[in-house]
T-cell receptor, first 114, second 115 residues
Framework: NAGVTQTPKFQVLKTGQSMTLQCAQD?????MYWYRQDPGMGLRLIYY???????DKGEVPNGYNVSRLNKREFSLRLESAAPSQTSVYFC?????????????FGEGSWLTVV | GDSVTQMEGPVTLSEEAFLTINCTYT??????LFWYVQYPGEGLQLLLK?????DKGSNKGFEATYRKETTSFHLEKGSVQVSDSAVYFC??????????????FGKGTKLSVKP
């Protein structure tokens, strides 16, 4: 059981380049999330998708776009990368059920913008 | 808004020492509470959770009890090992109302266990 899979694991970008982080989950979860992790800041929510066809901004959405392609996939796009976007990015998913409220995380994508 | 506050690290302990990492929360509704662990270079793994007041979550020798009266969810382990060295995150998710559906994290506590 793969769980939450995100790619790539490592990426170096030049300022101004664009890229897309891919995420897929095989747990039939409704909700999906993108977080970034920075030293001393914990994890901060970038965007989330409560269900297929919907997306909403989180705490730090500026400079990012997302697409909920289908129930399984939720991608994060950086249109014009900036050094401030150097971070570790985590995709996550959750089934919307009061009894099962756990969020499951992918293994992370380490992004460096130079 | 909803928030989680956990003790700042780093925390350095000797092997077999007792561990407590404090976590308190602020929530307008009724959250579920979680501890996640992140080993160096890896993603976040769920360590334990509790979904209602007085529930005790436990896993791998770690325990935490959901205390509604003190809005706390402190992580404890009776005897730590070197392999427990990691960053620990306390988190909450609202079951309904408030910031429903979004996991809100503390800033993490780095634990180092020396042999």
């Amino acid at each position: 059981n793969a769980g939450v899979t995100q790619t790539p694991k490592f990426q170096v970008l030049k300022t101004g380049q664009s890229m897309t982080l891919q995420c897929a989950q095989d747990m039939n979860h409704n909700s999906m999330y993108w977080y970034r992790q920075d030293p001393g800041m914990g994890l901060r929510l970038i965007y989330y998708s409560a269900s297929e066809g919907t997306t909403d901004k989180g705490e730090v959405p500026n400079g990012y776009n997302v697409s909920r392609l289908n129930k399984r996939e939720f991608s994060l796009r950086l249109e014009s990368a900036a050094p401030s976007q150097t971070s570790v990015y985590f995709c996550a998913s959750r089934i919307r059920d009061r009894e099962e409220n756990t969020i499951y995380f992918g293994e992370g994508s380490w992004l460096t913008v130079v | 808004g909803d928030s989680v506050t956990q003790m700042e690290g780093p925390v350095t302990l000797s092997e077999e020492a007792f561990l407590t990492i404090n976590c308190t929360y602020t929530a307008t509704g009724y959250p579920s509470l979680f501890w996640y662990v992140q080993y160096p270079g890896e993603g976040l793994q769920l360590l334990l959770k509790a979904t209602k007041a007085d529930d005790k979550g436990s896993n791998k020798g770690f325990e935490a009890t959901y205390r509604k009266e003190t809005t706390s969810f402190h992580l404890e382990k009776g005897s730590v090992q070197v392999s427990d060295s990691a960053v620990y995150f306390c988190a909450l998710i609202m079951n309904y109302g408030g910031s429903q559906g979004n996991l809100i994290f503390g800033k993490g506590t780095k634990l180092s266990v020396k042999p």
